[in-house]
């Protein structure tokens, strides 16, 4: 299979789901079960992904397919230089791998939906959203470079806020979603500032074009903190993106969507974009921005795992458990083990999506009941949802033979690694404790929800296994979450051919380099500071090969404790979890209320708005509209004024004047009698008055 073989499927998989949106917004009223032309569509794209990874894998396994255009040209700008703007599709190892996971998760999700969603009043437009969110992450997947993805990124939120929204009907939902939007915006604005830094330096969005440059040692305004600061910035795209703290507090909202859709977001698509981030754009990331990914990465694991601990509605432990994992991801890209927060991604894209399909599947056979304490005893009424729950279950637990093992054992393995390199010993600690606080909210979760015995009879009687069309997707993602799809040993997870042959990354390297070996400096200076980095990066990769075994033995340690302990209290009933909660009343509390950090924001952040837009209405009621209206009135006076001054002084003056001329000419009229006589007596009279006066005599 040739390269345009390839990029022309990779475009055909593209716009498929972008065709099957504009379809069902044109005709879906007027044709009935046309849904089903978006699944098949869905269905084609998910055959097309698998046939370009297999291509690109198998023949083209050590290069990047590329293809681009120029789309804007601005020629040789006054003191810019020449500009020009490209648009073009970048078809690397993990573009392939993306492809197929985006496609398949995709795919059960609509394929599930069928069943679940049957009855809505907006069941077509309900899967034209899903169309048009799919193409906005396939856009992020393919595209070569910063202003695409930047584009793509702002439809993936626009398709989120239709799909989290989309009972509109209920305040909770239309809240949520806006919720969602605001928040994303914060990130977005960030991530779009760090890009405008690239741009303004080396005139290009284009990501390989940038990266050389960087590699080259040619640095933003010659400057190692520019770098820095554009790194982070864009990172804050996938703060908002992958719900990082701070902003990690619309994600649980976003449960007030259709729960297929929180398999879509909360698996291999908005959520993923992030991550997705951080690993693309990898190789230009410092020694500093390496570590604040690490540390927001680190904290917003634990802070969600804490929190996941004591939730009841099984969705909510779900979305605080994706929280978790991405901060898992982000913490190993931070310390330099991204390609395991790659592998990371996709392993807990299965997983988490046959949790997400699974809650679903229970929701629906206990007529939308959410609440896991009103549950219990479903595994007989549930046999294939209670299995499939399970290994995905046993699999983000990290217990061995499953696929989220091999994943985070290397994501532990590379903070260990970190932690020796650079003594930052507190973030291997919280990862760790994070493994075992997963273990014990999910298996609690499982416990509640399908063991012992009913506690709510009138729904449990009435419960039933879901329809093939919603169990069929549990069964293919439970088997995906089996270690033989990634490597033959299943606790070696680097000798495998997921990350040995598939995954072709630069070389992971320690978080203090700056530009990586495979970017083939070209001067002296830069292939003697290139030739450090090596160093380092050697350093690194022993010391992961080090960390490997103490790794998998502490996590299974930990993972045993924490699977031991919920069974100790939910299982056997040996602990009681009231009485705990009882006598940690203020951290039960601190957890259930999630650390009041929505509390926070409505007395900050929310109230702080609306104090200020209260403000700022004040100022435009009294002061802005006090000198409009003050203006008025004082021209208004002015104008009365003129209007007087112009009525009796301009038009006195102007009329005096007239009547003045009227009357001399009036007293004048007498005098011209036109009687000769009568002259001649004025002229004898005015000479008696001139003698009179001058007196010549």
């Not at 297929?260 to 908005?270: D, E, G, N, Q, R």
């Not at 009329?655 to 009568?678: D, E, P, Y």
Request: charged share 15%; with cysteine; aromatic share 14%.
């Amino acid at each position: 299979m040739n390269e345009s073989l390839i990029v022309n499927l990779s475009i055909i998989i593209l716009f498929l789901p972008l065709l099957g949106f504009v379809t069902l917004i044109f005709l879906g009223k007027w044709i009935k079960k046309l849904h089903l032309f978006e699944v098949f569509i869905l269905g084609l794209a998910l055959i097309l992904s698998i046939v370009v990874m297999y291509a690109k894998l198998s023949f083209y396994n050590v290069k990047d397919i590329v293809a681009a255009f120029t789309w804007i040209s601005m020629g040789n700008a006054p003191a810019i230089g020449s500009i020009n703007i490209e648009l073009g599709i970048k078809i690397d190892n993990i573009t392939a791998i993306m492809l197929v996971v985006v496609n398949l998760i995709s795919f059960l999700v609509h394929m599930f939906s069928i069943e679940y969603m049957r009855g809505d009043k907006r069941y077509t437009r309900y899967f034209a959203y899903l169309g048009v969110f799919t193409f906005s992450m396939l856009g992020i997947v393919l595209t070569h470079n910063f202003l695409m993805m930047y584009i793509y990124w702002e439809l993936v939120g626009l398709s989120s806020y239709l799909l989290i929204g989309f009972w509109f009907e209920k305040k909770s939902a239309s809240d949520a979603a806006k919720k969602a939007f605001i928040v994303n915006r914060i990130g977005d604005i960030g991530m779009f500032i760090g890009i405008l830094i690239l741009f303004t330096q080396y005139k290009t969005f284009t990501f390989d074009v940038i990266f050389q440059q960087i590699g080259l040692g040619n640095l933003p305004f010659n400057s190692t903190a520019w770098l820095t600061a554009a790194g982070i910035l864009i990172f804050m795209g996938a703060v908002g993106k992958s719900a990082q703290f701070p902003l990690h507090v619309w994600l649980p909202d976003a449960m007030e969507g259709p729960t297929p859709v929180s398999a879509l977001i909360h698996a291999a698509t908005m959520v993923a974009a992030g991550v997705y981030l951080c690993v693309r754009i990898f190789v230009m990331l410092t020694a500093d921005a390496m570590l604040v990914i690490a540390v927001v990465g680190a904290f917003t694991s634990l802070i969600a795992a804490t929190i996941a601990l004591t939730q009841n509605d099984i969705k909510k432990v779900l979305a605080y458990s994706t929280v978790s994992q991405l901060g898992y991801m982000v913490m190993s890209v931070g310390v330099g083990a991204y390609t395991f927060a790659f592998f990371h991604l996709v392993t807990h894209a299965f997983f988490k999506a046959c949790l997400f399909l699974g809650s679903g599947s229970v929701i629906h056979a206990m007529h939308h009941e959410q609440d896991i304490r009103n549950m219990g005893g479903l595994r007989k009424k549930l046999p294939i949802t209670y299995y499939t729950f399970l290994i995905s279950t046993v699999a983000i637990s990290g217990v061995p033979f499953t696929s989220g093992f091999l994943s985070k054992d290397g994501i532990l393995a590379g903070t260990l690694a970190f932690g020796k390199l650079t003594s930052h010993w507190l973030i291997p600690a919280m990862g760790f404790l994070v493994a075992a606080m997963t273990a014990f909210y999910m298996f609690r979760l499982v416990i509640l929800t399908f063991h012992g015995e009913p506690r709510d009879h009138h729904k449990y009687e009435h419960a039933h296994e879901s329809p093939f069309v919603m169990v069929a997707p549990l069964v293919v993602l439970a088997t995906l979450s089996i270690f033989i799809w990634y490597t033959p040993n299943p606790f070696a997870p680097a000798d495998g051919w997921f990350l040995k042959n598939w995954v072709k990354t630069p070389a992971q390297v320690t978080p203090v380099q700056t530009r990586f070996e495979f970017m083939k400096p070209s001067t002296e200076e830069a292939k003697a500071e290139v030739h450090g980095e090596i160093t380092h990066s050697v350093e690194y990769t022993e010391t992961m090969h080090w960390a490997h075994y103490p790794a998998m033995i502490l996590s299974l340690i930990v993972a045993g404790l924490g699977i031991l302990i919920a069974f100790m209290f939910y299982q056997w009933k040996k602990i009681s979890a009231d009485k705990l909660a009882e006598k940690l009343k203020t951290l039960y509390k601190l957890s259930l209320n999630k650390w009041y950090l929505d509390e926070i924001y409505d007395a900050t952040a929310v109230s702080g708005t609306l104090g200020f837009g209260s403000i700022l209405a004040w100022f435009d009621n009294k002061i802005v509209d006090g000198i409009v209206n003050g203006s008025a009135h004082v021209t208004q006076l002015v104008s009365k004024f003129s209007n007087l001054f112009d009525t009796y002084v301009v038009d006195g003056f102007v009329n005096f004047t007239a009547f003045f001329s009227g009357f001399v000419g009036l007293s004048f009229r007498r005098l011209q009698t036109g009687k000769v006589q009568t002259y001649i007596i004025f002229v004898v009279f005015s000479i008696i008055i001139l003698l009179l006066i001058f007196k010549p005599f």
